[in-house]
């Protein structure tokens, strides 16, 4: 089992940064995919990045592919997400989720994601 705690959420004008930060706990979080989504008020929690147990492959949303990027450093058992080129659009709660499955696939479906944190809000103004 993993336990998921995201941080780094806050207030930033559009065409700002953020950096998310995602720290695990558990001895399996190494062989586990990982993954970013995120909640808007009144639509449905979606996919935003995905990253492979090894970090050497990644997916984005075709909505933020070239603005963010996913990495994830297996030592300090934590995933990031660093978002630039913000837009009001942007604007929703985050989570930190995995499928939770050694050397698992990436997934992109809610669904399909075991384990969530409890998300950090993202406020981005115009």
């Known amino acids: 089992q993993v336990q998921l705690v995201e941080s780094g959420g806050g207030l930033v004008q559009a065409g700002g940064s953020l950096r998310l930060s995602c720290l695990a706990s558990g001895r399996t979080f190494s062989t586990y995919a990982m993954g970013w989504f995120r909640q808007a008020p009144g639509k449905e929690r979606e996919f935003v990045a995905a990253?492979?147990?090894?970090?050497?492959?990644?997916r984005y949303a075709d909505s933020v592919k070239g603005r963010f990027t996913i990495s994830r450093d297996n030592g300090r058992m934590a995933v990031y997400l660093q978002m630039t080129s913000l837009k009001p659009e942007d604007t929703a709660v985050y989570y930190c989720a995995t499928p939770g499955r050694w050397y698992g696939n990436m997934e992109v479906d809610v669904e399909r994601m075991e384990y969530w944190g409890k998300g950090t809000l993202v406020t981005v103004s115009s």
């Open positions: 990253i492979t147990w090894s970090g050497n492959s990644t």
